[in-house]
């Protein structure tokens, strides 16, 4: 079965500073992983997402994450956060096995908090 | 394209109602999905349906209900409301012609209080 865990329920940070949300999961056959964003009372939107190839992908919002097989890991950075960054932040797996008709499973979140 | 869509936006219901959250999509996708968020338990998969007329459990299905007639459509019906349900509840879909790496694409999502 497959698992997420997200290491920081809350991480604040100050603005310009950079960020890394922790992201971990637990799978026994080849996954793809994706991180979501949700800002206050909207819907989640996608921000990256890994298939295959490099490990390190880019999303926007000038975000970034490494996949990193041998720790199971795929964590979430940012150089620089702006204001505008503060929302909760989603990783997700899902995986190539029988009956799993690609369905998403979630980490509990991540709620950045970027302070002036 | 409207996207995903959802109503209501917000709902307020008494323990033993019954009640249907819409769901709509108009990307042409074969596979739609309903979770429910709750503080600090990031989404749940309810159900899901991989195109009109299939559909299946997710992880926490107990309570409700899902059928899919149309391709556009995937509603989520609530037979007797529990306090248990009040939630979050969001409708996503993804195009099934790549299969599960595509993104899956979300709604807004529907508050719901049961009282």
């Known amino acids: 079965a497959q698992s997420v865990t997200q290491l920081d329920s809350q991480v604040p940070v100050f603005e310009e500073a950079p960020v890394e949300l922790r992201c971990n999961y637990s799978s026994s056959v080849s996954v793809y992983l994706f991180w979501y964003v949700q800002y206050p009372n909207q819907g989640l939107q996608l921000l990256l997402k890994?298939?295959?190839?490099?490990?390190l992908v880019k999303g926007i919002n000038g975000f970034e994450a490494e996949f990193n097989k041998s720790q199971t890991s795929f964590h979430l950075r940012k150089p620089s956060v702006h204001i505008s960054d503060t929302a909760e932040y989603f990783c997700?797996?899902?995986?190539?096995?029988?009956?799993?008709?690609?369905?998403?499973?979630f980490g509990k979140g991540t709620k950045l908090s970027v302070k002036p | 394209n409207a996207g995903v869509t959802q109503t209501p936006k917000f709902q307020v219901l008494k323990t033993g109602q019954s009640m249907t959250l819409q769901c709509a999509q108009d990307?042409?996708?074969?596979?739609m999905s309903w979770y429910r968020q709750d503080p600090g338990m990031g989404l749940r998969l309810i159900h899901y349906s991989v195109g009109a007329g299939i559909t299946d459990q997710g992880e926490v299905p107990n309570g409700y209900n899902v059928s899919r007639s149309t391709t556009e459509d995937f509603p989520l019906r609530l037979l007797s409301a529990a306090p248990s349900q009040t939630s979050v509840y969001f409708c996503a879909s993804r195009s099934g012609l790549a299969g599960i790496q595509e993104t899956q694409y979300f709604g807004p999502g529907t508050r719901l209080l049961v009282l």
């Open positions: 890994y298939l295959s190839g490099s490990t």
């Open positions: 997700a797996v899902t995986g190539d096995y029988g009956g799993s008709q690609g369905n998403l499973i």
């Open positions: 990307m042409n996708h074969e596979y």
